[in-house]
């Protein structure tokens, strides 16, 4: 176990198949398993402040399960007694979802979200629920009610946003796997902050019932892993049609893991000037650089593409997102669950004052935002507008993918920068989206891998976008990137 003064948290875990193997064979019990893992979370928590609550006793019942089923013989599901933790926006029954909100302080689900149920109908063992920027508002974990989350890699650091905590437990091995949400970036960017895989699935292709929502045509449920396999094996589980989302799509799901050795060569890949341009930084170009330059070697034909409206992507989206969550968030009014505020003399003053005190500031601040693009006489000017641009992007990514399989970018423009660095310029903190929120306004799939370093040992994530519901492509191309850094 590391020293508790020491800035680097990380630790290689074990992969899923490898455990898997130990489980099935009977030489690993889940519920030693289970219980290593919450001896290092109660070793590390304290630091990294990445569980908000632990499903302990839910946990050791599932691994003991699971361990029986194992003595006797019995053909055991794909997680069997794989320890994960769910991001907090997660609804999960009996324990707190607070979506790291004071307004939600104390609500206790009476159901679970439908990505958690189906990981515990494959067998995983839910730890507990994970820290994350308020209502998955922020790109840097310094959002939530209940402290920010520390990258593992360097203390000193944020772990990116709003799935810092997902992407931190897999990072510090306080997880094998996780679930996080991604809005404009919000699993992909952590990812490449702390060094582990995320995904991006199309939109549709995971249930978002259970999910408190932020943007509701924006959000989407995706796994997080230590390997491109691992992440790909959770998505297997996760994905699927569900009649609790209307917005959930009927495709057959197939297997993510089926192609992801297949040799890359000829993959067509594109890369978009747009995206290695001013404000990337020097160090994350090279290794972003260095990666396409192995695929290259492993014989890609890499493209070049143009997708010019992502100069627009940034304020369409947080126009978008704003606008959605102004009418997704006024729901929490003190009535029904959460927090209300005392000594309200009057509905409206109860109304007014429960949300000031529940709700932080970056979650104010969009909340005004998105009320004003939808007013009268500017719902048109900003709102509309907004979407029309969002079109544009998604054709453009079409057009793009008629001639590519896979376009390679940059994750982040930039490398995990210093707790408090820019808490107080709201402006620069949403420019650290830059490179994600595209692919979200138009619903398309991707994955982050790691592909190198920074001369200071800071985590650079490449991006890998695939065409709607092709994610078996950009798991075969991430593995590729991989494989390459082995």
């Known amino acids: 176990m590391q020293k508790m003064n020491d800035k680097n948290f990380v630790q290689k875990p074990k992969t899923l198949t490898e455990l898997s193997v130990g489980i099935r064979s009977g030489r690993t019990k889940s519920v030693d398993l289970t219980n290593s893992y919450y001896e290092r979370i109660a070793a590390l928590n304290p630091t990294l402040n990445v569980y908000l609550s632990l499903t302990k006793e839910r946990a050791l019942a599932s691994a003991a399960k699971i361990d029986a089923l194992a003595a006797k013989g019995a053909e055991l599901p794909a997680l069997a007694g794989i320890p994960v933790g769910i991001k ?60 920010p989350v520390r990258n593992p890699v360097d203390i000193d650091r944020v772990p990116g946003g709003s799935s810092g905590g997902s992407a931190a437990a897999v990072a510090a091995d306080l997880a094998v796997a996780t679930l996080g949400t991604d809005t404009g970036g919000s699993i992909r960017q952590p990812a490449s902050f702390c060094g582990v895989v995320g995904v991006l699935p199309t939109y549709g292709r995971v249930s978002r019932y259970g999910l408190i929502a932020f943007a509701s045509s924006l959000d989407r449920v995706g796994p997080f892993a230590a390997n491109v396999r691992d992440a790909a094996t959770l998505l297997n589980v996760i994905a699927g049609h569900d009649t609790m989302d209307a917005t959930s799509s009927q495709r057959p799901v197939t297997d993510f893991t089926a192609d992801i050795e297949k040799p890359v060569k000829g993959l067509r890949v594109g890369i978009p000037s747009e995206y290695f341009g001013e404000g990337l930084d020097p160090e994350v170009k090279q290794q972003i650089e260095k990666g396409i330059d192995q695929l290259r070697a492993a014989g890609a034909e890499i493209k070049e593409v143009a997708l010019p409206t992502t100069q ?82 998604a054709e453009e990514f079409l057009t793009a993918f008629a001639d590519v399989d896979v376009i390679v970018t940059p994750t982040s423009p930039i490398p995990p920068f210093k707790l408090g660095e820019k ?20 619903g398309i799939c991707g994955v982050t891998v790691p592909c190198g370093t920074t001369s200071a040992g800071l985590p650079v994530g490449m991006q890998i976008l695939a065409s709607h519901f092709n994610e078996g492509t950009a798991f075969r191309a991430a593995r590729a990137v991989e494989a390459a850094q082995e």
């Not at 063992?125 to 920027?133: A, F, P, Q, S, T």
């Not at 970056?362 to 909340?367: A, C, D, H, L, T």
């Not at 808490?423 to 595209?438: E, N």
């Open 423 to 442: 808490t107080d310029d709201p402006l620069a903190m949403y420019l650290a989206d830059i490179y994600t929120v595209t692919a979200s306004l138009a």
């Open 312 to 393: 627009y992507a940034v304020p369409a989206y947080y126009l978008v997102a704003t606008a959605e969550a102004s009418s997704n968030l006024a729901r929490f009014d003190g009535v029904r669950f959460g927090h209300r505020a005392a000594n309200a003399d009057t509905l409206s003053a109860m109304y007014r004052r429960s949300r000031d005190e529940g709700f932080g500031a970056e979650v104010k601040r969009r909340i005004i935002l998105g009320t004003y693009a939808l007013s009268a006489g500017y719902y048109d000017a900003y709102y509309r507008k907004a979407q029309q641009v969002r079109r544009l992007l």
């Open 88 to 147: 907090d926006v997660l609804v999960t029954k009996g324990a707190p979802s607070t979506a790291g909100s004071k307004i939600l302080k104390g609500y206790h689900p009476p159901y679970d979200a439908t990505s958690v149920a189906k990981l515990e109908a494959a067998g995983a063992v839910i730890l507990g629920k994970l820290n994350c920027d308020e209502f998955a508002m922020g790109s840097s974990n310094e959002n939530s009610a209940y402290g």
